[in-house]
């Protein structure tokens, strides 16, 4: 009896990683929605416009919080966010590093509305995670020295999404234009609705391994607090595509607002591993990226 019960929780721990089969449709069903009308429009947002945006709460007791961090949706029951919003007091993180631990899965909520003020995201049902993953190598000391290699987590839904609408994601050699998009339900003056923020510039961290820098002079308008771990995206062929993870940014008034992200393409391997979702040859299977490390070599 043991021995079978075994069996089964071990079953059970790999049973969310989508299969090939899945893996294959969903890069056909990440185009199946069109490009929003007026894409480059700044700031508040409809989030219908953005499906695969999702927002992340504190549960417990049937409670939750209004949106604490962002997320976007790569299958139909993984969500990519940052490495840490899975850590208690996400908002003290760099002044309670000692006191930190992973979230609980039970204690992770997950939902999406377009709702602007407190009392109405607290009247929302949230989706139940199973599983919460951070980046093996996020490390709070070095995310706290504004080293953002690893800021990478991931969020397993206990159901499928019905009828979801993932993000297209990108291959390891993609260019990245310049004009980009960040899109989270950052809270500016209590307003907790989803916003978009339009980066004229961008480009890789010299001095950060896997860090993007995206740039905008327009004041007001970089990521908030609820931002992170929500997407850098680009519009490609009438597509969204993955392109970062939000990790942080700096505060106004700053004279020119960077925004720190996570390199999505170098991370393919890591969410490889973790969800299935992988990238594919040109017949159609899946391929593994290579590793961090033989990337580097």
Request: charged share 25%; net charge negative; glycine share 6%.
């Amino acid at each position: 009896m043991t021995i079978l019960w075994l069996f089964f929780l071990l079953q059970a721990a790999h049973a969310g990683k989508i299969t090939e089969e899945e893996n294959l449709k969903l890069k056909k069903r990440c185009s199946k929605f069109a490009v929003a009308p007026n894409v480059y429009k700044r700031y508040r947002e409809n989030q219908l416009k953005y499906p695969f945006v999702f927002a992340t709460s504190w549960t417990d007791n049937g409670s939750h919080s209004p949106p604490l961090c962002s997320g976007v949706l790569i299958s139909s029951r993984h969500i990519l966010t940052a490495a840490h919003c899975l850590v208690m007091d996400e908002k003290e993180t760099c002044k309670q590093r000692s006191a930190l631990q992973e979230t609980p899965a039970q204690n992770v909520g997950v939902f999406q509305s377009s709702c602007s003020t407190e009392e109405c995201w607290m009247g929302k049902d949230v989706a139940k995670v199973a599983v919460v993953h951070k980046h093996q190598n996020f490390d709070v000391d070095e995310f706290c020295d504004k080293r953002t290699t690893y800021d990478m987590g991931m969020i397993e839904l206990e159901q499928d999404i019905p009828d979801f609408k993932p993000i297209c994601m990108p291959q390891e050699h993609d260019i990245i234009p310049q004009r980009l998009i960040s899109i989270g339900y950052g809270n500016y003056s209590n307003d907790y609705s989803i916003k978009a923020v339009v980066y004229e510039s961008v480009n890789e961290d010299p001095d950060m391994k896997d860090t993007l820098l995206a740039y905008t002079n327009r004041r007001n308008e970089s990521t908030l607090h609820g931002d992170s771990g929500g997407p850098l995206l680009q519009v490609r062929g009438g597509k969204y595509y993955l392109v970062g993870i939000t990790s942080k940014s700096t505060k106004p008034p700053a004279k020119e607002f960077v925004g720190y992200f996570v390199d999505v393409r170098k991370k393919l391997k890591w969410i490889c591993d973790e969800t299935g979702v992988c990238p594919l040859t040109d017949s159609g299977e899946s391929k593994k990226p290579p590793s961090e490390e033989e990337e580097s070599s």
